[in-house]
């Protein structure tokens, strides 16, 4: 079975761009989850869907925005790009919402912003 | 609020030692709690996670986790350490309310493993 995938794997955008990343779940999985790390704040958490919903969001400001789409693939788009969004951005999907599913992690976005 | 809290940010240990990696957690009803790891360049990869079925809880590669209440902690050990355990660890906590949870990370710890 495939593993989570994202799209891009690098990306070097302006200050002020927008930006939007992609998710695939690994088939059959509803959730989708999406994680911002960097080295000084760590793991925080952006926003979970699942089938098409936004089911939790974590405190982020309105610029982060994402969307699910019926096949369970997810985007995120960050508008007005900031220096402070530059990090590694992870996807995770599962079969459910809530803790009791495992969550499985894609290898990540670089998001660099000069 | 849930939180977790990592002791050391970076642990060093040789090959075939002893892995010992801590975390606290912090959470006003039963917790989920998870070992997460994570190799240069990559995701996240669940190592185990705790769920209130056995307080010592058996993850892959050898890692194992004991949970304990009073202590409000969920340690990461191994008994001997091998090269390829060279890698950045998180402990993350979540609730168990049904509906939407949200896993809380620590600040991860590195983990170096010398020849």
């Known amino acids: 079975k495939a593993g989570v995938t994202q799209t891009p794997r690098y990306l070097i955008k302006t200050r002020g761009q927008q930006v939007t990343l992609s998710c695939s779940p690994i088939s059959g999985h509803r959730s989708v989850s999406w994680y911002q790390q960097t080295p000084g704040q760590g793991l925080q958490f952006l926003f979970e869907?699942?089938?098409?919903?936004?089911?939790n969001k974590g405190n982020f400001p309105g610029r982060f925005s994402g969307r699910q789409f019926s096949n369970s693939r997810s985007e995120m788009n960050v508008s007005t790009l900031e220096l402070g969004d530059s990090a590694l951005y992870l996807c995770a999907s599962s079969l459910g919402g809530g803790a009791a599913y495992e969550q499985y992690f894609g290898p990540g976005t670089r998001l660099t912003v000069t | 609020a849930q939180s977790v809290t990592q002791l050391g940010s970076h642990v060093s240990v040789s090959e075939g030692a002893l892995v010992l990696l801590r975390c606290n957690y912090s959470?006003?009803?039963?917790?989920?709690l998870f070992w997460y790891v994570q190799y240069p360049n990559q995701g996240l990869q669940l190592l185990l996670k705790?769920?209130?079925?056995?307080?010592l809880v058996k993850g892959i590669n050898g890692f194992e986790a004991e949970f304990k209440k009073s202590e409000t902690s969920f340690h990461l050990t191994k008994p001997s350490a091998h090269m390829s355990d060279a890698a950045e660890y998180f402990c993350a906590v979540t609730s168990k309310r049904g509906g939407s949870e949200k896993l809380v990370f620590g600040k991860g710890t590195k983990l170096t493993v010398n020849p």
């Open positions: 869907y699942f089938s098409e919903t936004q089911r």
């Open positions: 705790y769920t209130s079925a056995a307080t």
């Open positions: 959470s006003s009803v039963p917790p989920y």
